[in-house]
């Protein structure tokens, strides 16, 4: 009998999550790397104050609870199918 491999689970979920939070931190800072790329960077905390707003913690935070859900039960779906 299989069991569901809980620890591949959480590497799949924190993987995507870091994939997201990279596209997160591209996506609300390209202004300030357009700029960079000119010679006029912004200090870092400006860059991290308008990518770390709560409500982007909190969109991370729910994708990262659907990412496990939806693993979750993709293996136990793929075990119920090995059983019959």
Do not use: C, R
Not at 5 to 34: A, C, D, E, G, R
Not at 48 to 67: E, M, P
């Amino acid at each position: 009998m299989e069991k569901v491999n809980h620890q591949k689970i959480i590497i799949n979920t924190f993987l995507k999550v870091l994939l997201m939070i990279f596209v997160i931190f591209i996506l609300n800072s390209w202004p300030n790397i357009k700029q960079s790329f000119s010679g006029n960077v912004p200090p870092l905390n400006y860059w991290l104050d308008h990518s770390l707003k709560i409500s982007n913690i909190i969109l991370i935070l729910g994708f990262g609870g659907y990412f496990y859900y939806k693993d979750l039960t993709a293996q136990k779906e793929t075990i119920e199918k090995a059983k019959k």
